[in-house]
């Protein structure tokens, strides 16, 4: 039954991609091209080479983490929709910590940086969370207001006390130490891609192969039957959402130690809140994710290609994700909010 549920899953997902592919080759049609070049140039600006295979790898990264960051929670019933406060969060946390602490060892600097970062997701991921189990809050508004809270509070120090000099909003370069290193030149391609295989496996093992996942699988499924089980339902309502916020801190985190080497305003394209469709669309597995977060990132890499060749738009790149949102987040987010009300 597991095995045919998951293969009817698999198929609206797919059916999802396809459905909006037919769509965005009829504006394109529209637009006077044609869809098969389009396409194609798109394919290729995205795998035609071993570089652009690195950049489109590169460019899913910090997808996959707020894909797995919004999965995890749920996968307990909570809507982790605050991603991208918590990245911007983590990220600063990141910065400031290699700069204040760069005396350090290389090796130990670069994890207790790493570390800072995902303890700062992980307290603003709490909050929703507290707020949930202690007093019924909505986790989506609380963590709807947070994003404006971080994302702000983060602006103001880049434009303020961490500015470094020039016009840029931006902080000092952290030490080379810290930095991810890069696997193919010329490209964006760093081993954050090794951090990424090795959380999203932890994930799994958590999620599946233990018996705290399986409690938080369970409260996730239904709360009222995992309480009179004998779970901690808010236990688990709080812990979900603190891993949740260390999940996406990492997106931010390996984007600013991996291709920036600085916190730099606006340096996330809302990955927090793309990170959303991923999670459903990669129906919560961590391994749906991986895969999800590689087809955006396919799309975003090659639209500057399908851009150069022909005349379409790489707005037709968001016509087709913000379809496959649409057709596949929609229903899902419709079902999880009666089925919350119902429990």
Same mark, same amino acid.
């Given at each position: 039954?597991?095995?045919?549920?998951?293969?009817?899953?698999?198929?609206?997902?797919?059916?999802?991609?396809?459905?909006?592919?037919?769509?965005?080759?009829?504006?394109?049609?529209?637009?006077?091209?044609?869809?098969?070049?389009?396409?194609?140039?798109?394919?290729?600006?995205?795998?035609?080479?071993?570089?652009?295979?690195?950049?489109?790898?590169?460019?899913?990264?910090?997808?996959?983490?707020?894909?797995?960051?919004?999965?995890?929670?749920?996968?307990?019933?909570?809507?982790?929709? %605050? /991603?991208?406060?918590?990245?911007?969060?983590? &990220?600063?946390?990141? #910065?400031? !910590?290699? @700069?204040?602490? $760069?005396?350090?060892?290389?090796?130990?600097?670069?994890?207790?940086?790493?570390?800072?970062?995902?303890?700062?997701?992980?307290?603003?991921?709490?909050?929703?969370?507290?707020?949930?189990?202690?007093?019924?809050?909505?986790?989506?508004?609380?963590?709807?207001?947070?994003?404006?809270?971080?994302?702000?509070?983060?602006?103001?120090?880049?434009?303020?006390?961490?500015?470094?000099?020039?016009?840029?909003?931006?902080?000092?370069?952290?030490?080379?130490?810290?930095?991810?290193?890069?696997?193919?030149?010329?490209?964006?391609?760093?081993?954050?891609?090794?951090?990424?295989?090795?959380?999203?496996?932890?994930?799994?093992?958590?999620?599946?192969?233990?018996?705290?996942?399986?409690?938080?699988?369970?409260? %996730? /499924?239904?709360?009222?039957?995992?309480?009179? &089980?004998?779970?901690? #339902?808010? !236990?688990? @309502?709080?812990? $979900?959402?603190?891993?949740?916020?260390?999940?996406?801190?990492?997106?931010?985190?390996?984007?600013?130690?991996?291709?920036?080497?600085?916190?730099?305003?606006?340096?996330?394209?809302?990955?927090?809140?793309?990170?959303?469709?991923?999670?459903?669309?990669?129906?919560?597995?961590?391994?749906?994710?991986?895969?999800?977060?590689?087809?955006?990132?396919?799309?975003?890499?090659?639209?500057?290609?399908?851009?150069?060749?022909?005349?379409?738009?790489?707005?037709?790149?968001?016509?087709?994700?913000?379809?496959?949102?649409?057709?596949?987040?929609?229903?899902?987010?419709?079902?999880?909010?009666?089925?919350?009300?119902?429990?």
């Amino acid at each position: 039954m597991k095995k045919l549920k998951s293969m009817s899953e698999l198929g609206k997902s797919l059916a999802a991609i396809g459905i909006a592919l037919v769509i965005g080759a009829f504006f394109v049609l529209l637009s006077g091209e044609s869809p098969m070049e389009a396409y194609g140039a798109l394919l290729k600006g995205a795998l035609g080479s071993p570089k652009s295979i690195a950049n489109t790898i590169s460019k899913s990264i910090p997808l996959a983490f707020t894909g797995l960051a919004v999965a995890l929670g749920s996968r307990c019933g909570m809507l982790n929709i %605050g /991603a991208e406060g918590q990245l911007h969060a983590g &990220a600063m946390a990141a #910065v400031l !910590t290699s @700069l204040g602490l $760069s005396f350090l060892p290389g090796p130990i600097l670069m994890i207790v940086s790493i570390l800072a970062g995902i303890l700062a997701g992980m307290a603003v991921g709490s909050i929703p969370g507290i707020f949930k189990a202690k007093l019924n809050t909505s986790e989506v508004i609380v963590a709807i207001m947070l994003n404006y809270i971080c994302t702000l509070f983060t602006s103001w120090l880049v434009n303020g006390p961490v500015k470094a000099q020039g016009s840029a909003a931006q902080t000092h370069v952290v030490p080379e130490s810290v930095w991810f290193g890069r696997l193919i030149p010329q490209t964006q391609l760093t081993s954050a891609v090794f951090l990424l295989l090795i959380v999203a496996a932890a994930m799994y093992v958590f999620l599946w192969k233990t018996s705290l996942g399986y409690q938080l699988r369970a409260v %996730g /499924a239904n709360a009222s039957a995992a309480g009179t &089980a004998g779970i901690k #339902v808010n !236990t688990f @309502l709080i812990m $979900s959402m603190v891993l949740s916020g260390g999940l996406a801190a990492l997106a931010g985190v390996t984007e600013v130690f991996g291709k920036y080497h600085r916190f730099i305003e606006g340096f996330s394209p809302s990955f927090g809140f793309t990170g959303i469709a991923v999670a459903i669309l990669g129906r919560n597995h961590p391994a749906g994710v991986l895969l999800t977060a590689l087809l955006f990132g396919i799309m975003d890499m090659g639209s500057l290609r399908m851009a150069r060749v022909t005349n379409v738009s790489t707005n037709m790149v968001t016509v087709v994700q913000s379809l496959v949102i649409l057709l596949v987040a929609a229903p899902e987010l419709i079902k999880w909010n009666k089925n919350r009300k119902r429990g």
